[in-house]
C-alpha cells in the first residue's frame, strides 16, 4: 500500500523533447585538445625512436606540448560537467565498466607520466628513465584518446556516433594532429630535412585515410534510421552544415594533402608550415560537425 501511495505521488521531471544542442563547442575543444596532447606522444616517440640524434628538440617539447593539452582537455571537461566538484568519485567509487571511469584513469596516469617524463629530462638527466616513461605514456594514449568514440558510441539514437570506424577516425586524429603540431616545431627548429619529409608524410596519409573515412561515413554508408539519413541532409549541398562541413574537411584534409604533395615536388617548406596550420584549424571545425548534426534530433 505506501508502495502504491508513493508511486502515484511521483512527479515527472521531463516528458518533452530536448530542443537543442546539448554538446557544444566545449567538447569540441575537448576531443580537440586531446588529439593533440596523445598524437605529439604517439608521432613523437616515433620519430625520437627512428632518428635519436635529429630529433633533440622534440624530447622537451613532446611533453611540454602533451601537457599543455591535456590540461586544455581537462579544463573543458571540468567546464562541461553538471557536478563538478564530484569528479573525485569516479577515483574512490570506480565502475570499470563504464568508459567514462576506464577513460578518467587512462587520462589521469597518462598525465603522471607525462611529468615523470620531464622529471627525467630536466632534473634525473636520464635518458633510459625517459625512453621508458615514454613508452609507457604511448600505451596510456591509446585508451585516453579512444575512450571518446566508446562513450559517444553509447549515446542512444546517435547512428553517426555509433559507426565503428569511429575508434579508427579518433587514432587518424590523434596521428593528424601530432604531426602537424611536431611538424610545426621542426620547422621553426630547423630540423633535418628528412624529419620534416617524414612528418609530413604522416599527415598526408592520416589526412588522405580521414578523408576518405568521413566520406565513407556521411554519404555512402548505411544509416538504419530515416531520421539520421534526414540528419546527414545537413552536411550535404544545401544543408543547414554544408558550408561548414566542407570548409572542415577541406581544410583538415584535402588542402593539406595537396600542400604535402606539393612541397615534396617544389621543395618549398613554407606550404607544410601552411599545411599544418590549416589541418589543426580545419580538424576543430570537422570535429564540430561531426558533434552536432547528430543532435540535430530531439530526444524524447
Same mark, same amino acid.
Given at each position: 500500500m505506501?508502495?502504491?501511495?508513493t508511486?502515484?505521488?511521483?512527479?515527472?521531471?521531463?516528458d518533452?523533447?530536448l530542443?537543442?544542442?546539448?554538446?557544444?563547442?566545449?567538447?569540441?575543444?575537448?576531443?580537440?585538445?586531446?588529439?593533440?596532447?596523445?598524437?605529439?606522444? /604517439?608521432?613523437?616517440?616515433f620519430m625520437i625512436t627512428?632518428?635519436?640524434?635529429?630529433?633533440r628538440? /622534440?624530447?622537451?617539447?613532446?611533453?611540454i @606540448?602533451a601537457?599543455?593539452?591535456?590540461h586544455?582537455? @581537462?579544463l573543458?571537461?571540468?567546464?562541461?560537467?553538471?557536478q563538478? /566538484?564530484?569528479?573525485?568519485?569516479?577515483?574512490v567509487?570506480?565502475?570499470?565498466?563504464?568508459?567514462?571511469?576506464v577513460?578518467?584513469?587512462?587520462?589521469t596516469?597518462?598525465?603522471?607520466?607525462l611529468?615523470? !617524463?620531464?622529471?627525467?629530462?630536466?632534473?634525473?638527466? %636520464?635518458d633510459?628513465?625517459?625512453?621508458m616513461?615514454?613508452?609507457?605514456?604511448?600505451?596510456?594514449?591509446?585508451p585516453?584518446?579512444l575512450y571518446?568514440a566508446?562513450i559517444?558510441?553509447?549515446s542512444n539514437?546517435?547512428? @553517426?556516433?555509433?559507426?565503428?570506424?569511429?575508434?579508427?577516425?579518433? !587514432?587518424?586524429? +590523434?596521428?593528424?594532429a601530432?604531426s602537424?603540431?611536431?611538424?610545426?616545431? &621542426?620547422?621553426? &627548429?630547423? %630540423?633535418?630535412?628528412?624529419?620534416q619529409?617524414?612528418?609530413a608524410?604522416?599527415?598526408?596519409?592520416?589526412?588522405?585515410?580521414?578523408?576518405?573515412?568521413?566520406?565513407?561515413?556521411?554519404?555512402f554508408?548505411?544509416?538504419k534510421a530515416?531520421d539520421v539519413?534526414?540528419?546527414?541532409?545537413?552536411?550535404?549541398?544545401?544543408?543547414?552544415? +554544408?558550408?561548414?562541413?566542407?570548409v572542415g574537411?577541406?581544410?583538415?584534409?584535402?588542402?593539406?594533402f595537396?600542400?604535402?604533395f606539393?612541397s615534396?615536388k617544389?621543395r618549398v617548406?613554407s606550404l607544410?608550415?601552411?599545411?599544418s596550420?590549416?589541418s589543426?584549424?580545419?580538424l576543430w571545425?570537422?570535429?564540430?560537425?561531426?558533434l552536432?548534426?547528430?543532435?540535430?534530433?530531439? !530526444?524524447?
Amino acid at each position: 500500500m505506501v508502495d502504491a501511495i508513493t508511486a502515484t505521488n511521483a512527479h515527472v521531471t521531463l516528458d518533452v523533447a530536448l530542443p537543442g544542442i546539448v554538446w557544444g563547442w566545449i567538447i569540441t575543444m575537448n576531443m580537440w585538445a586531446k588529439s593533440i596532447a596523445t598524437g605529439v606522444v /604517439f608521432i613523437g616517440a616515433f620519430m625520437i625512436t627512428r632518428h635519436p640524434q635529429n630529433t633533440r628538440s /622534440f624530447k622537451i617539447s613532446m611533453p611540454i @606540448l602533451a601537457l599543455i593539452f591535456i590540461h586544455i582537455t @581537462l579544463l573543458f571537461t571540468v567546464i562541461d560537467l553538471h557536478q563538478m /566538484f564530484r569528479f573525485w568519485h569516479i577515483f574512490v567509487h570506480p565502475n570499470f565498466t563504464s568508459a567514462i571511469t576506464v577513460g578518467a584513469w587512462a587520462v589521469t596516469g597518462f598525465v603522471g607520466i607525462l611529468f615523470v !617524463m620531464m622529471y627525467a629530462l630536466l632534473i634525473k638527466k %636520464s635518458d633510459t628513465l625517459f625512453n621508458m616513461s615514454m613508452w609507457i605514456a604511448v600505451i596510456l594514449a591509446i585508451p585516453s584518446t579512444l575512450y571518446t568514440a566508446v562513450i559517444m558510441g553509447e549515446s542512444n539514437a546517435r547512428e @553517426l556516433w555509433q559507426a565503428p570506424t569511429e575508434l579508427m577516425q579518433m !587514432m587518424l586524429a +590523434a596521428t593528424l594532429a601530432g604531426s602537424a603540431t611536431l611538424l610545426i616545431i &621542426a620547422i621553426l &627548429a630547423k %630540423s633535418d630535412e628528412k624529419v620534416q619529409k617524414e612528418l609530413a608524410g604522416i599527415l598526408a596519409i592520416s589526412a588522405f585515410f580521414s578523408f576518405m573515412m568521413y566520406m565513407g561515413e556521411y554519404f555512402f554508408g548505411h544509416m538504419k534510421a530515416e531520421d539520421v539519413a534526414v540528419t546527414l541532409e545537413a552536411v550535404k549541398v544545401g544543408g543547414e552544415y +554544408a558550408s561548414m562541413f566542407w570548409v572542415g574537411q577541406s581544410l583538415a584534409f584535402i588542402v593539406p594533402f595537396v600542400l604535402v604533395f606539393l612541397s615534396y615536388k617544389n621543395r618549398v617548406t613554407s606550404l607544410l608550415l601552411l599545411a599544418s596550420v590549416l589541418s589543426l584549424i580545419g580538424l576543430w571545425i570537422t570535429k564540430h560537425v561531426w558533434l552536432i548534426i547528430p543532435q540535430l534530433l530531439p !530526444m524524447s
